[in-house]
């Protein structure tokens, strides 16, 4: 997975800003502050603010281009503290969300194909994504990296579920692994607290 490219498409965001709120809705995201994150069908448009941090190492202005490029958003404009804010109606949002949801179902449709993951044999979801139940040959799972192409699908969910309104301590991706020999679960990843898991390592 390119996560550059999810990056110049908009998709990878930590926080997600309203603008234009009335003053009970100020008072309704203020109750929010502890997630940074918020959808608010009301509002004309919906403004989504990328850290700078999610930048490092990275041509800001090259990004930008290509996002102005793909002509999916309203205005895309860089900040003085180098985040990124993206403003785009509720229509761009609705079609960005349906692109999302099929280029997700894609990707596990690849991997379900793909000759070069031989042990995932059959993957299934959740409408919002946030549970998966991959079935593999263990065996061969286990001796193999066939396990990266499961983390994708954590991570693009994840991502999914912030454009989707999910607060940000909610967010919660569970991926079960499934022996498809007997049915039985025998291993489960957690998203994002997998993520944190390998930080520590490192």
């Given at each position: 997975?390119?996560?550059?490219?999810?990056?110049?498409?908009?998709?990878?965001?930590?926080?997600l800003v309203i603008s234009g709120c009335s003053s009970g809705e100020i008072a309704e995201n203020k109750q929010q502050d502890k997630?940074?994150?918020?959808?608010?069908?009301?509002?004309?448009?919906?403004?989504?603010?990328?850290?700078?941090?999610?930048?490092?190492?990275?041509?800001?202005?090259?990004?930008?281009?290509?996002?102005?490029?793909?002509?999916?958003?309203?205005?895309?404009?860089?900040?003085?503290?180098?985040?990124?804010?993206?403003?785009?109606?509720?229509?761009?949002?609705?079609?960005?969300?349906?692109?999302?949801?099929?280029?997700?179902?894609?990707?596990?449709?690849?991997?379900?194909?793909?000759?070069?993951?031989?042990?995932?044999?059959?993957?299934?979801?959740?409408?919002?994504?946030?549970?998966?139940?991959?079935?593999?040959?263990?065996?061969?799972?286990?001796?193999?990296?066939?396990?990266?192409?499961?983390?994708?699908?954590?991570?693009?969910?994840?991502?999914?579920?912030?454009?989707?309104?999910?607060?940000?301590?909610?967010?919660?991706?569970?991926?079960?692994?499934?022996?498809?020999?007997?049915?039985?679960?025998?291993?489960?990843?957690?998203?994002?607290?997998?993520?944190?898991?390998?930080?520590?390592?490192?």
């Amino acid at each position: 997975m390119d996560f550059k490219v999810l990056l110049a498409g908009g998709i990878i965001a930590s926080t997600l800003v309203i603008s234009g709120c009335s003053s009970g809705e100020i008072a309704e995201n203020k109750q929010q502050d502890k997630s940074d994150v918020a959808v608010n069908r009301d509002l004309m448009n919906i403004e989504i603010k990328v850290p700078a941090s999610f930048y490092e190492g990275e041509d800001i202005d090259a990004i930008i281009a290509d996002a102005k490029e793909k002509n999916k958003y309203i205005k895309v404009e860089k900040n003085g503290d180098g985040s990124v804010t993206y403003i785009m109606s509720h229509e761009q949002h609705d079609t960005l969300m349906k692109e999302m949801k099929e280029n997700t179902a894609s990707n596990v449709k690849e991997i379900e194909e793909d000759s070069e993951i031989p042990s995932v044999l059959k993957i299934s979801y959740n409408s919002n994504f946030s549970e998966y139940i991959v079935t593999v040959d263990k065996k061969e799972f286990e001796n193999s990296f066939d396990g990266f192409a499961v983390f994708s699908l954590g991570i693009a969910s994840m991502f999914y579920q912030v454009f989707d309104g999910t607060a940000e301590e909610d967010l919660k991706v569970t991926v079960k692994m499934k022996d498809a020999k007997n049915g039985k679960i025998f291993n489960e990843t957690i998203y994002p607290d997998a993520l944190d898991d390998i930080g520590e390592e490192n």
